[in-house]
Protein backbone atom coordinates (compact mmCIF):
# COMPACT_ATOMS: atom_id res chain seq x y z
CA UNK A 1 0.00 0.00 0.00
CA UNK A 2 1.31 3.63 -0.71
CA UNK A 3 2.02 6.16 2.17
CA UNK A 4 2.57 9.70 2.00
CA UNK A 5 4.94 11.31 5.11
CA UNK A 6 4.97 15.17 5.47
CA UNK A 7 7.22 15.66 8.25
CA UNK A 8 6.34 19.36 8.73
CA UNK A 9 3.19 19.97 10.16
CA UNK A 10 4.12 23.96 10.48
CA UNK A 11 6.04 25.37 8.38
CA UNK A 12 6.83 29.39 8.88
CA UNK A 13 8.45 31.65 6.60
CA UNK A 14 8.79 35.10 6.55
CA UNK A 15 7.53 36.97 3.50
CA UNK A 16 10.23 37.46 0.39
CA UNK A 17 12.10 34.44 1.52
CA UNK A 18 12.22 31.33 -0.23
CA UNK A 19 9.91 28.14 1.00
CA UNK A 20 10.02 24.83 1.07
CA UNK A 21 7.16 22.24 2.07
CA UNK A 22 8.56 17.95 2.31
CA UNK A 23 6.69 15.57 1.25
CA UNK A 24 8.02 11.90 1.16
CA UNK A 25 6.32 9.00 -0.26
CA UNK A 26 5.95 4.99 -0.86
CA UNK A 27 4.63 3.13 -3.63
CA UNK A 28 5.33 0.40 -5.30
CA UNK A 29 6.52 1.15 -8.96
CA UNK A 30 6.53 4.47 -9.94
CA UNK A 31 4.37 7.56 -8.51
CA UNK A 32 2.01 10.03 -10.07
CA UNK A 33 2.48 12.96 -7.10
CA UNK A 34 0.22 15.79 -6.44
CA UNK A 35 0.25 18.84 -4.40
CA UNK A 36 -2.67 20.53 -3.51
CA UNK A 37 -3.59 23.34 -1.28
CA UNK A 38 -6.24 24.01 1.02
CA UNK A 39 -8.29 27.51 2.19
CA UNK A 40 -10.19 27.72 5.04
CA UNK A 41 -13.97 27.19 4.15
CA UNK A 42 -12.72 26.14 0.79
CA UNK A 43 -12.19 22.44 -1.22
CA UNK A 44 -8.82 21.74 -2.47
CA UNK A 45 -7.16 23.45 -4.57
CA UNK A 46 -5.24 21.46 -7.27
CA UNK A 47 -1.69 23.02 -7.43
CA UNK A 48 0.80 20.66 -9.81
CA UNK A 49 1.76 17.14 -10.45
CA UNK A 50 4.28 14.93 -11.67
CA UNK A 51 3.76 11.82 -14.04
CA UNK A 52 7.08 11.59 -15.73
CA UNK A 53 9.76 13.33 -17.61
CA UNK A 54 11.56 16.72 -15.97
CA UNK A 55 12.29 16.23 -12.22
CA UNK A 56 10.95 19.57 -11.89
CA UNK A 57 7.64 20.35 -12.20
CA UNK A 58 6.28 23.92 -12.04
CA UNK A 59 2.18 24.99 -11.48
CA UNK A 60 -0.10 27.16 -10.26
CA UNK A 61 0.91 30.48 -8.28
CA UNK A 62 4.71 30.47 -9.25
CA UNK A 63 5.10 26.99 -7.12
CA UNK A 64 7.41 24.44 -8.31
CA UNK A 65 7.96 20.87 -7.12
CA UNK A 66 11.30 18.77 -7.62
CA UNK A 67 10.86 15.01 -7.86
CA UNK A 68 13.79 13.25 -6.41
CA UNK A 69 12.92 9.11 -6.89
CA UNK A 70 16.46 8.12 -4.99
CA UNK A 71 15.54 10.22 -1.71
CA UNK A 72 11.70 9.03 -2.35
CA UNK A 73 10.65 12.94 -2.57
CA UNK A 74 8.61 15.25 -4.06
CA UNK A 75 9.13 18.40 -2.36
CA UNK A 76 7.15 21.90 -3.13
CA UNK A 77 8.37 25.00 -3.42
CA UNK A 78 8.17 28.52 -3.96
CA UNK A 79 11.32 31.24 -4.32
CA UNK A 80 9.40 34.21 -3.02
CA UNK A 81 6.56 33.89 -0.29
CA UNK A 82 3.50 35.55 -0.26
CA UNK A 83 1.27 35.88 2.55
CA UNK A 84 -1.33 34.94 0.94
CA UNK A 85 -0.05 31.41 0.22
CA UNK A 86 -0.71 30.91 3.80
CA UNK A 87 -2.62 27.92 3.73
CA UNK A 88 -2.64 24.01 4.23
CA UNK A 89 -0.87 22.09 1.99
CA UNK A 90 -1.08 18.53 1.13
CA UNK A 91 1.05 16.37 -0.88
CA UNK A 92 -0.67 12.73 -2.55
CA UNK A 93 0.03 9.98 -4.38
CA UNK A 94 -0.88 7.02 -6.65
CA UNK A 95 0.62 4.49 -8.21
CA UNK A 96 1.29 4.21 -12.11
CA UNK A 97 -1.56 2.61 -14.00
CA UNK A 98 -3.52 1.66 -10.80
CA UNK A 99 -6.33 2.43 -8.39
CA UNK A 100 -7.47 6.16 -9.06
CA UNK A 101 -7.27 7.04 -5.53
CA UNK A 102 -5.29 9.20 -3.97
CA UNK A 103 -3.29 8.53 -0.57
CA UNK A 104 -2.39 11.82 1.02
CA UNK A 105 -0.29 13.13 3.79
CA UNK A 106 -1.25 14.68 7.14
CA UNK A 107 -1.06 17.63 5.60
CA UNK A 108 1.58 20.89 6.52
CA UNK A 109 0.60 24.47 7.48
CA UNK A 110 2.40 26.83 6.11
CA UNK A 111 2.09 30.71 7.72
CA UNK A 112 3.85 33.74 5.73
CA UNK A 113 4.58 36.56 8.53
CA UNK A 114 4.69 39.72 6.91
CA UNK B 1 -17.30 25.80 -15.38
CA UNK B 2 -19.36 26.11 -11.89
CA UNK B 3 -17.13 23.72 -10.26
CA UNK B 4 -17.63 20.50 -7.92
CA UNK B 5 -20.50 21.28 -5.65
CA UNK B 6 -21.94 19.88 -2.48
CA UNK B 7 -24.97 20.17 -0.20
CA UNK B 8 -25.48 20.52 2.36
CA UNK B 9 -22.59 22.11 3.47
CA UNK B 10 -23.07 21.59 7.30
CA UNK B 11 -25.19 18.35 8.85
CA UNK B 12 -25.39 18.28 12.12
CA UNK B 13 -27.69 14.94 13.32
CA UNK B 14 -28.05 12.53 15.98
CA UNK B 15 -26.64 9.29 16.36
CA UNK B 16 -28.74 6.78 14.88
CA UNK B 17 -30.24 8.65 12.09
CA UNK B 18 -29.38 8.28 8.71
CA UNK B 19 -27.81 11.07 6.35
CA UNK B 20 -27.18 11.85 2.92
CA UNK B 21 -24.99 13.95 1.04
CA UNK B 22 -24.78 15.25 -2.47
CA UNK B 23 -22.38 15.80 -5.03
CA UNK B 24 -22.42 17.60 -8.27
CA UNK B 25 -19.78 17.63 -10.18
CA UNK B 26 -18.26 19.42 -13.53
CA UNK B 27 -20.24 19.28 -15.51
CA UNK B 28 -17.86 17.00 -18.17
CA UNK B 29 -16.24 14.67 -15.89
CA UNK B 30 -17.16 11.15 -15.73
CA UNK B 31 -14.79 10.35 -12.60
CA UNK B 32 -15.96 11.35 -9.47
CA UNK B 33 -14.97 10.26 -5.91
CA UNK B 34 -15.16 10.53 -2.31
CA UNK B 35 -12.97 10.87 0.64
CA UNK B 36 -13.52 11.70 4.35
CA UNK B 37 -11.31 14.16 6.36
CA UNK B 38 -10.98 14.58 9.70
CA UNK B 39 -9.19 17.08 11.80
CA UNK B 40 -5.43 17.33 11.09
CA UNK B 41 -5.64 14.69 8.43
CA UNK B 42 -5.50 14.49 5.24
CA UNK B 43 -8.33 13.23 2.71
CA UNK B 44 -9.11 9.34 3.01
CA UNK B 45 -10.21 7.65 0.00
CA UNK B 46 -13.71 6.11 0.37
CA UNK B 47 -15.14 5.59 -3.12
CA UNK B 48 -15.05 5.75 -7.15
CA UNK B 49 -17.20 6.58 -9.86
CA UNK B 50 -16.92 5.69 -13.17
CA UNK B 51 -19.96 7.33 -15.79
CA UNK B 52 -22.43 5.37 -13.28
CA UNK B 53 -20.31 2.17 -12.59
CA UNK B 54 -18.85 2.43 -8.74
CA UNK B 55 -15.22 0.78 -9.24
CA UNK B 56 -13.81 1.13 -6.38
CA UNK B 57 -14.36 1.09 -2.41
CA UNK B 58 -12.09 1.65 0.57
CA UNK B 59 -12.04 -1.06 3.40
CA UNK B 60 -13.20 2.24 5.12
CA UNK B 61 -16.45 2.31 3.27
CA UNK B 62 -18.40 -0.03 6.29
CA UNK B 63 -21.99 -1.47 5.41
CA UNK B 64 -23.71 1.38 6.58
CA UNK B 65 -21.89 3.35 3.99
CA UNK B 66 -23.69 3.35 0.07
CA UNK B 67 -23.16 5.42 -2.83
CA UNK B 68 -24.79 6.14 -6.17
CA UNK B 69 -24.70 7.73 -9.22
CA UNK B 70 -27.48 6.68 -10.86
CA UNK B 71 -26.73 8.85 -14.73
CA UNK B 72 -23.29 9.33 -14.20
CA UNK B 73 -24.04 13.14 -13.67
CA UNK B 74 -24.63 13.62 -9.96
CA UNK B 75 -23.97 11.14 -7.12
CA UNK B 76 -25.29 11.14 -3.49
CA UNK B 77 -23.38 9.09 -0.47
CA UNK B 78 -25.88 7.91 2.58
CA UNK B 79 -24.67 7.05 5.98
CA UNK B 80 -26.95 4.81 7.87
CA UNK B 81 -27.28 4.55 11.77
CA UNK B 82 -24.85 7.22 12.26
CA UNK B 83 -22.25 7.03 14.85
CA UNK B 84 -20.03 9.73 16.75
CA UNK B 85 -17.08 8.75 14.75
CA UNK B 86 -18.80 9.24 11.62
CA UNK B 87 -18.05 13.33 12.31
CA UNK B 88 -15.85 14.64 9.72
CA UNK B 89 -15.69 16.88 6.44
CA UNK B 90 -16.99 14.50 3.34
CA UNK B 91 -15.34 15.51 0.06
CA UNK B 92 -16.31 14.87 -3.08
CA UNK B 93 -13.86 15.01 -6.59
CA UNK B 94 -14.26 14.92 -10.07
CA UNK B 95 -11.95 14.49 -13.05
CA UNK B 96 -12.01 14.08 -16.84
CA UNK B 97 -9.95 10.67 -17.90
CA UNK B 98 -7.76 12.02 -20.40
CA UNK B 99 -4.24 11.14 -20.52
CA UNK B 100 -1.99 9.11 -18.65
CA UNK B 101 -3.43 10.63 -15.47
CA UNK B 102 -6.20 13.32 -14.95
CA UNK B 103 -6.28 15.92 -11.94
CA UNK B 104 -8.97 15.36 -9.26
CA UNK B 105 -11.02 18.79 -8.69
CA UNK B 106 -12.50 18.92 -5.37
CA UNK B 107 -15.59 20.46 -3.53
CA UNK B 108 -15.95 22.79 -0.58
CA UNK B 109 -17.15 19.46 1.64
CA UNK B 110 -19.91 18.65 3.79
CA UNK B 111 -18.93 18.74 7.30
CA UNK B 112 -21.22 16.32 9.51
CA UNK B 113 -21.31 16.45 13.14
CA UNK B 114 -22.82 13.35 15.16
CA UNK B 115 -24.08 14.15 18.14
Known amino acids: AQSVAQPEDQVNVAEGNPLTVKCTYS??????LFWYVQYPNRGLQFLLK??????LVKGSYGFEAEFNKSQTSFHLKKPSALVSDSALYFC????????????FGSGTQLTVLP | DTGVSQNPRHKITKRGQNVTFRCDPI?????LYWYRQTLGQGPEFLTY????????KSRLLSDRFSAERPKGSFSTLEIQRTEQGDSAMYLC?????????????FGPGTRLTVT
Open chain 1, 92 to 103: AVTPTGSARQLT
Open chain 1, 50 to 55: YITGDN
Open chain 1, 27 to 32: VSGNPY
Open chain 2, 93 to 105: ASSLAFGQVDEQY
Open chain 2, 49 to 56: FQNEAQLE
Open chain 2, 27 to 31: SEHNR
